[in-house]
């Protein structure tokens, strides 16, 4: 496997074969682009913040363009890499903006998801802060990412690249942290996990990765083979606030119920429950209403409090598997 690190936004690319193919493409005068180009130069990642129609209009066709340019320069190298090792797989780990989220194309000024059409591996740099909000933020951008490559038929498969530790910081993701990270990625349909950077894990999180990986031998046909069906169970009384989480380079996410997540799955005639207590203190409790009958027959790291409600405790994850009757 041969992979490389990535990560263009809508700053590259302004050389003067660029140029002159983009305003042939987009019929746009070199007045109207110098204007835009001095603005960029001076605004940077800020420009998609502008209202001006005369900015705000080629920014938008700049981006289709910047993309499109950076998925051709990827596709090169992987053409070349057959050549040379037609039995290598190539992977690519890059910026976090996907095109089923416009806000996080238009901030970056590039759609990093293009990518992943000339690749065997994406790995989207999922990186966000330390607490229970940006572990469901993870999970909104990873199961969005599934999304927005299943929709283009893209057959790469989706690794997150996941967070451990800031460059230059002290401070380590919380070993619970990286559990509900790794298992929050799967249950949002990542077909596997890299961790960034392995060499600040100690040896407590070694441990935790020990013990999430049982849970993922027990668990993962669900994540990998079954079917999200989160519609057939519906959640009652949950923790109902927001939280507001600045991403970069500069935009805002709304994440609803920061304290926990939830995601069931269909597989071979059996539900799997995954319920994520993303608070630091406190048994969360869960109740559902499923939608069809169901026979519990095992739950993991969760304690009964009556039919179809389950406690989980503070940072910990609940499994809980029925059979569908």
Same mark, same amino acid.
């Not at 705000?56 to 981006?63: A, E, L, N, P, R």
């Not at 909000?133 to 599934?146: E, I, P, S």
């Not at 989706?158 to 509900?180: A, E, F, K, M, T």
């Given at each position: ?22 305003k042939?493409e ?11 180009? %001095? ?20 920014y ?10 950076? !998925? ?5 190298? *992987? ?16 910026? %976090? ?9 238009a ?5 990093? !998801? ?25 999970? *909104? ?17 989706l ?10 910081? !002290? ?56 079917? %999200?069906?989160d ?46 207590n ?12 499923? !939608? ?34």
């Amino acid at each position: 496997m041969a992979v490389i690190d990535y990560e263009p936004t809508g700053l590259d690319g302004f050389c003067d074969k660029a140029i002159n193919r983009f305003k042939e493409e987009y019929k746009v005068n070199a007045d109207k682009f110098d204007i835009f180009r %001095r603005y960029f130069s001076a605004q940077k990642l800020q420009t998609y913040h502008s209202k001006d129609p005369a900015i705000s209009d080629i920014y938008g066709q700049w981006k289709q363009f910047n993309s499109q340019q950076t !998925s051709a320069y990827i596709q090169q190298i *992987r053409e070349e890499l057959r050549k040379k090792a037609p039995g290598v797989r190539f992977g690519v780990t890059t910026g %976090r903006s996907y095109g089923a989220n416009p806000e996080s194309v238009a901030a970056l000024g590039n759609d990093n !998801s293009l990518l992943a059409d000339d690749v065997d591996i994406i790995m989207p740099q999922l990186y966000f802060g330390y607490d229970g909000a940006n572990v469901k933020l993870l999970m *909104r951008y990873t199961q969005g990412w599934r999304e927005t490559l299943a929709a283009r038929k893209t057959k790469a498969r989706l690794w997150p690249l996941l967070l451990i530790r800031y460059p230059g910081l !002290s401070q380590d993701q919380p070993p619970l942290r990286v559990r509900q990270q790794i298992l929050g990625a799967l249950a949002s349909g990542a077909q596997g996990i890299v961790i960034y950077a392995p060499h600040n894990l100690e040896a407590d999180h070694w441990i935790a990765i020990a013990d999430t990986m049982k849970e993922i031998a027990a668990y993962e046909s669900f994540y990998q083979q079954g079917r %999200r069906v989160d519609d057939l169970f519906k959640l009652q009384d949950m923790p109902a606030h927001q939280a507001v989480q600045n991403v970069w380079p500069d935009y805002k996410e709304i994440i609803e119920g920061p304290d926990w997540a939830f995601t069931a799955h269909e597989w071979q005639g059996n539900y799997l429950l995954t319920l994520f207590n993303l608070g630091e203190r406190g048994d969360l409790d869960f109740t559902v209403t499923p !939608s069809q009958k169901a026979t519990l027959l095992k739950l993991d790291d969760a304690t009964a409090k009556g039919d179809f409600k389950w406690a989980v405790k503070a940072g910990h994850i609940g499994f809980i598997l029925l059979s569908k009757q």
